[in-house]
């Protein structure tokens, strides 16, 4: 046995649903640990970290940008592979999970940190990438996986339907409290 058949034996081929896995991990873990971030910053439990430059808060969708530039630049110029396009998927994950986190509020140029688009487009960029890493291949799909496919769309069709029904009056319940929380952690 030769040395690159070993290394194949141990180091499997990258497949775009491997890939899809690591974005994915990234995207969740990201879009978790911001939040959570946030949510103890703006209560008070955790010092205040964020990044101010001449008084105007640096929102970290900001620095997802950067990364995803970079990610791509690389994905396109240096066409990774191997362990090198793991760690791409998953910074690209992460990219993908700091710029959605505040994805209201570059969709309104502004407003509070707290809008209901952000929420609705981290589900909806993660089912996406989800049926892209759990999803099998066209030429294995077959009549039931094909059903399956269809009643996943149509629960998550009807989840959104649900979250835009119901966004506002939640909005309008924990609203003011988390306005509340974050003028405070204003500087």
Request: charged letters at 15%; glycine letters at 10%; hydrophobic letters at 50%.
């Amino acid at each position: 046995m030769s040395i690159p058949t070993i290394l194949k034996s141990t180091h499997p081929q990258e497949t775009f649903d491997r890939l899809a896995r690591r974005a994915l991990f990234g995207f969740i873990m990201t879009f978790i640990v911001s939040r959570t971030c946030v949510f103890l910053i703006m209560s008070g439990r955790m010092p205040n970290f964020y990044f101010f430059l001449h008084g105007t808060h640096v929102h970290h969708l900001n620095y997802g940008i950067f990364l995803l530039s970079a990610i791509c630049g690389y994905s396109i110029f240096a066409r990774p592979d191997g362990r090198e396009a793991e760690i791409t998927a998953l910074l690209y994950g992460l990219a993908m999970g700091l710029t959605f986190d505040e994805f209201g509020m570059w969709l309104h140029l502004g407003g509070s940190y707290w809008q209901r688009a952000s929420i609705d487009a981290v589900i909806v960029v993660a089912a996406v990438i989800g049926l892209i890493a759990y999803t099998p291949s066209l030429e294995r799909l077959e009549k039931q996986h094909f059903r399956a496919f269809i009643a996943v769309l149509v629960a998550i069709v009807g989840f959104v339907f649900v979250i835009f029904s119901t966004g506002g009056y939640i909005g309008n319940l924990v609203g003011p409290r988390l306005r509340e929380l974050e003028l405070a952690s204003s500087p």
